[in-house]
């Protein structure tokens, strides 16, 4: 029996007639035998979750440079819950689950250590400059191993088309990925006020107050209501969408979060130090190539040593990237005799 062919059967029964179906995927770049048992985008999905890179999402900052706290968000508690939201949008619209986990578990695997702030710090040191969705794509393209020692996770076109569009100027191609997209956006918005609220940064009070009217005055109502606005707003439609005053709503949050938390909080005093130390790692591994792994050394020929630094670099979490500067960039305790 084969019972991916017997899953796809009900695939295509049960979904809306916008759904991305697996059984007419683009395909993968290198052509692979399919699974008897998993659709291609399950396979994508176990790939990305088995992946290196989606390990070290556990200590990578989300807002917040190394939290002390155990109940700050990292990258991996983002991640899943992206995943979470994508998959009940999906599921009430008929369209692809399996799809959008694939693309939400990959969608920040680019980031760098220390949050945005290690990626602007990245972007200014490269020519060509730093964006963590094109990163993403990087590193299940390039960055990570499939079985047999390959490089790159040779994913679908869909699901590394949803990766590398869930941010930026390009709307991704299928309404999986738009469903990341917006559910990035309402997971990174309503955790970052928890996050906010619990380091005393802001207080509930401050919160726009027709944010407030129109979403509800605690997390999970928020979320709630974003929600069902995007399922009852997309219903039978070949896009995603909000109401307006839904929009505007969310749209004042985030505003709000840019002006109040990304850029003018305490806590983000620290980024300073991160843009000196971020370019001092970076500077010494391009004077001293051998420091690299020879994975990443072997990649200099096709991608110039600035990008494979930064690969390098990139993929570090916060914690390692500490241990490496204090290694390499602070002096030793030296005892004559």
């Known amino acids: 029996m084969n019972w991916r062919e017997e899953y796809q059967k009900r695939e295509k029964e049960m979904s809306s007639p916008y759904a991305s179906l697996s059984s007419e995927t683009r395909g993968r770049q290198v052509r692979e035998e ?63 689950e399996d799809l959008v986990e694939a693309i939400a578990l990959a ?46 996770l040779n994913l679908t076109w869909e699901v590394k088309n949803g990766i590398a569009c869930h941010t930026g100027d390009q709307s991704p191609a299928t309404l999986e990925g738009k469903i990341v997209r917006i559910a990035d956006r309402i997971a990174y918005i309503n955790h970052d006020i928890d996050d906010a609220l619990r380091a005393g940064i802001i207080t509930s009070r401050e919160l726009p107050g027709y944010s407030l009217e129109k979403l509800g005055n605690d997390h999970s109502m928020r979320i709630d209501r974003m929600v069902r606005d995007i399922i009852k ?14 929009e505007k709503a969310t749209n004042l949050l985030r505003d709000y979060l840019f002006q109040e938390v990304y850029i003018g909080s305490e806590a983000k005093k620290e980024e300073v130090k991160v843009f000196n130390f971020i370019e001092n790692l970076f500077r010494y591994y391009e004077q001293n190539m051998e420091a690299l792994p020879r994975e990443y050394r072997e990649l200099e020929p096709a991608c110039g040593r600035q990008r494979v630094v930064a690969d390098y670099i990139a993929g570090m979490s916060d914690r390692y990237a500490l241990i490496q500067g204090q290694n390499l960039l602070l002096p030793r305790p030296w005892f004559p005799g």
């Open 107 to 152: 969608h920040d695997l680019g980031h760098t250590p220390f949050g945005h702030a290690g990626e602007g710090a990245l972007d200014q040191l490269i020519e060509g400059g730093f964006k963590h969705n094109l990163q993403s794509l990087r590193v299940v393209e390039d960055l990570e191993f499939r079985h047999g020692g390959k490089r790159g």
């Open 233 to 246: 707003f997309s219903w039978n439609k070949n896009d995603i969408q909000q109401s307006e005053e839904i």
């Open 34 to 96: 399919e699974c008897d048992i998993s659709t291609p985008y399950q396979r994508d999905r176990d790939r990305i979750l088995h992946s290196k890179a989606f390990r070290r999402l556990k200590h990578k900052t989300q807002v917040f440079i190394a939290p002390e706290h155990d109940h700050f968000r990292t990258r991996l508690t983002h991640t899943l819950e992206v995943s979470q939201i994508s998959r009940t949008i999906a599921r009430a619209l008929k369209l692809n």
